[in-house]
């Protein structure tokens, strides 16, 4: 007999927050035949993680609980809504977010091994964060990110312009500052390079890049959109060849799988699960973190190689093509399917 899934995560694409991959995946478990409850898209942190635990304790029976786990405060949420599974006796799967959750670990042993080492099992979405999980015996698995390949119109890119796409939140830690460096260095070069920036505000990194770009004189060179449903972007893509991730820390981006499966080239800094992501020189470029040289040399690499641009777009959609949902569902059925036996 089927499991219900109650699927705990940041519910919070109406209050205008990036979507997570929770509400695809509640939709595709859904689709499969699964009784999904998700919780909880309250916009208060304290009454977001109350309806937690009150629809965690309310549907208590036969269920199995998928709670998204991440490095920041929000691994508060984890740890008490995981003690509550413990105590009712509920399975519970954490399934592991943010590429400094390693570092989480550290500063929080204790409430790590209340966490990870009572689980059914734990959920990395790459080998990185597998790693961690393996360092202390704690059972885990990789299921990866999805993503519907064919929402992703293929484009081959050879012969690539410098125009460049970032698509991320506006944040400190993705480092969105970097991506309008890397433009005013390039522009010294490729006087027709342009830059465009897709993606909402999360701590007031929106309004410093504008001032960036006009404190640089490149803010004529660049767009940003704000937020834009993936559609919409996916249409703007259509019109870049390059895509730059210049994030601090990471996991497995999905912005990143979804740039791959377009062609884009894709230049990355080379941080927590992304090496595990990209292959240096086979389908991307990994830079080291917070160097607009590095970035902008990798960019002028492939604009001076036709070749090379060509290799990295097609290999980049084959691995993206990993990603599709008619793959990945395959490892959650498994993974479900033992844990009602």
């Given at each position: 007999?089927r499991?219900?899934?109650?699927?705990v995560?940041?519910f919070l694409?109406d209050?205008?927050?990036t979507p997570?991959?929770a509400p695809t995946l509640?939709k595709?478990?859904?689709?499969?035949?699964?009784?999904?409850?998700?919780?909880s898209?309250?916009?208060n942190?304290?009454?977001?993680?109350?309806?937690?635990?009150f629809t965690?304790s309310r549907n208590?029976?036969?269920s199995?609980?998928?709670?998204a786990t991440?490095s920041?405060s929000?691994?508060?949420f984890?740890w008490?809504?995981?003690?509550?599974?413990?105590?009712?006796q509920?399975?519970f799967?954490?399934c592991?977010h943010?590429?400094?959750?390693?570092e989480?670990?550290?500063?929080s042993?204790?409430k790590?091994?209340?966490?990870?080492?009572h689980?059914?099992?734990n959920v990395?979405?790459?080998?990185y964060?597998?790693k961690?999980?393996?360092d202390?015996a704690?059972?885990?698995c990789?299921?990866p990110?999805?993503?519907?390949?064919?929402?992703?119109?293929?484009?081959?890119?050879t012969?690539?312009?410098p125009?460049?796409?970032w698509?991320?939140s506006?944040?400190?830690?993705?480092n969105?500052?970097?991506?309008v460096?890397v433009l005013?260095?390039l522009?010294k070069?490729?006087?027709?390079?342009?830059?465009?920036?897709?993606?909402?505000?999360k701590?007031?990194s929106?309004?410093?890049?504008?001032?960036?770009a006009k404190?640089?004189?490149?803010?004529?060179?660049?767009?940003?959109?704000?937020?834009?449903?993936?559609?919409?972007w996916?249409?703007?893509?259509a019109g870049?060849?390059?895509?730059?991730?210049?994030?601090n820390?990471?996991?497995?981006?999905v912005s990143?799988?979804?740039?791959?499966a377009l062609?884009l080239?894709?230049?990355?800094t080379?941080?927590?699960?992304?090496p595990?992501?990209?292959?240096?020189?086979?389908?991307?470029?990994?830079?080291?973190?917070n160097s607009?040289?590095a970035?902008?040399?990798?960019i002028?690499k492939?604009l001076n190689?036709?070749?090379?641009?060509e290799?990295?777009?097609?290999a980049?959609?084959?691995?993206?093509e990993?990603f599709?949902?008619?793959?990945?569902?395959?490892?959650?059925?498994?993974?479900?399917?033992s844990v009602s036996?």
């Amino acid at each position: 007999m089927r499991r219900k899934i109650i699927y705990v995560d940041n519910f919070l694409t109406d209050h205008g927050h990036t979507p997570t991959t929770a509400p695809t995946l509640v939709k595709l478990f859904r689709e499969e035949g699964y009784t999904v409850l998700s919780t909880s898209n309250k916009q208060n942190q304290l009454l977001r993680l109350i309806d937690m635990l009150f629809t965690i304790s309310r549907n208590s029976r036969n269920s199995v609980v998928l709670i998204a786990t991440y490095s920041t405060s929000a691994f508060n949420f984890a740890w008490a809504c995981s003690l509550l599974c413990r105590i009712l006796q509920i399975p519970f799967i954490p399934c592991l977010h943010g590429g400094n959750l390693p570092e989480r670990i550290k500063s929080s042993p204790t409430k790590a091994a209340q966490v990870f080492e009572h689980s059914f099992m734990n959920v990395a979405v790459s080998g990185y964060l597998k790693k961690s999980m393996d360092d202390h015996a704690w059972r885990s698995c990789v299921i990866p990110n999805n993503i519907n390949i064919d929402a992703y119109p293929f484009k081959p890119r050879t012969n690539c312009a410098p125009s460049i796409l970032w698509v991320r939140s506006f944040h400190q830690i993705y480092n969105p500052a970097l991506a309008v460096r890397v433009l005013h260095t390039l522009l010294k070069t490729y006087p027709g390079a342009t830059l465009t920036m897709v993606g909402p505000d999360k701590d007031g990194s929106f309004e410093q890049c504008k001032s960036l770009a006009k404190e640089l004189a490149v803010e004529g060179r660049i767009t940003f959109t704000g937020l834009l449903p993936r559609d919409e972007w996916v249409k703007v893509a259509a019109g870049c060849d390059i895509f730059i991730n210049t994030t601090n820390f990471d996991n497995l981006p999905v912005s990143v799988v979804e740039a791959m499966a377009l062609g884009l080239i894709t230049i990355s800094t080379n941080v927590g699960g992304v090496p595990y992501l990209l292959d240096n020189e086979q389908t991307g470029l990994l830079v080291p973190p917070n160097s607009e040289t590095a970035f902008v040399d990798a960019i002028i690499k492939v604009l001076n190689n036709d070749h090379l641009a060509e290799r990295l777009s097609v290999a980049a959609r084959k691995k993206a093509e990993a990603f599709d949902w008619q793959q990945v569902k395959i490892l959650w059925n498994n993974l479900f399917e033992s844990v009602s036996n």
